[in-house]
T-cell receptor, first 118, second 109 residues
Framework: EAGVTQFPSHSVIEKGQTVTLRCDPI?????LYWYRRVMGKEIKFLLH????????ESGMPNNRFLAERTGGTYSTLKVQPAELEDSGVYFC????????????????FGPGTRLLVL | DAKTTQPNSMESNEEEPVHLPCNHS???????IHWYRQLPSQGPEYVIH???SNVNNRMASLAIAEDRKSSTLILHRATLRDAAVYYC??????????FGQGTRLTINP
């Protein structure tokens, strides 16, 4: 079974440009999450999709970030315009439909996209 | 989300057991204790989770204190591949994971 994949693995852009990150979850996983780690900080939650719907977007830093999951399969995270403080590693994770109330389903992470904004 | 406290770093030798502590004094009755780890240049990966009883799986064991205010992740025989940052996370059914700083584990050959 293929794991979570992310593209690109690295991206270097200039301040003010636009970058789009893509995440392909494990096939059949309804839940898709975006997290990021900016330099020196902890991994932070950005948002959560259930199929194509945004379940929780409380972690999105500002309106320069736009996440989509059309058709409930892959997801994109667009940063427009990118700022220096957006540099970091962006992780995507997926999990199956919630079955265990309380425990939470295991999340499977991709390798991340390393974004550098110059 | 309830907070956890872990040592910043720990060091151990290859093929020896490793005990990674986690304090969670404000844990609620419905919080599960989850452990994830992040190997170098990879995304986090699930290790183990439990509620009240000790748990074992092929990767590790989780020992939970009787009052649930602390827990210990046990790697029975550490290998070089176990060098990673280990995160202790409390979940109450909320879908998102709340990561702390974790413990950076170094394994000496």
């Amino acid at each position: 079974e293929a794991g979570v994949t992310q593209f690109p693995s690295h991206s270097v852009i200039e301040k003010g440009q636009t970058v789009t990150l893509r995440c392909d979850p494990i096939s059949g996983h309804d839940n898709l999450y975006w997290y990021r780690r900016v330099m020196g900080k902890e991994i932070k939650f950005l948002l959560h999709f259930v199929k194509e719907s945004k379940q929780d977007e409380s972690g999105m830093p500002n309106n320069r970030f736009l996440a989509e999951r059309t058709g409930g399969t892959y997801s994109t995270l667009k940063v427009q315009p990118a700022e220096l403080e957006d540099s970091g590693v962006y992780f995507c994770a997926s999990s199956p439909r919630l079955r265990l109330a309380g425990a939470g389903e295991t999340q499977y992470f991709g390798p991340g996209t390393r974004l550098l904004v110059l | 989300d309830a907070k956890t406290t872990q040592p910043n770093s720990m060091e151990s030798n290859e093929e020896e057991p490793v005990h990674l502590p986690c304090n969670h004094s404000t844990i609620s009755g419905t919080d599960y204790i989850h452990w994830y780890r992040q190997l170098p240049s990879q995304g986090p990966e699930y290790v183990i989770h439990g509620l009240t009883s000790n748990v074992n799986n092929r990767m590790a064991s989780l020992a939970i204190a009787e009052d649930r205010k602390s827990s210990t992740l046990i790697l029975h025989r550490a290998t070089l591949r176990d060098a990673a940052v280990y995160y202790c996370i409390l979940r109450d059914g909320a879908q998102k994971l709340v990561f702390g700083q974790g413990t950076r584990l170094t394994i000496n050959p």
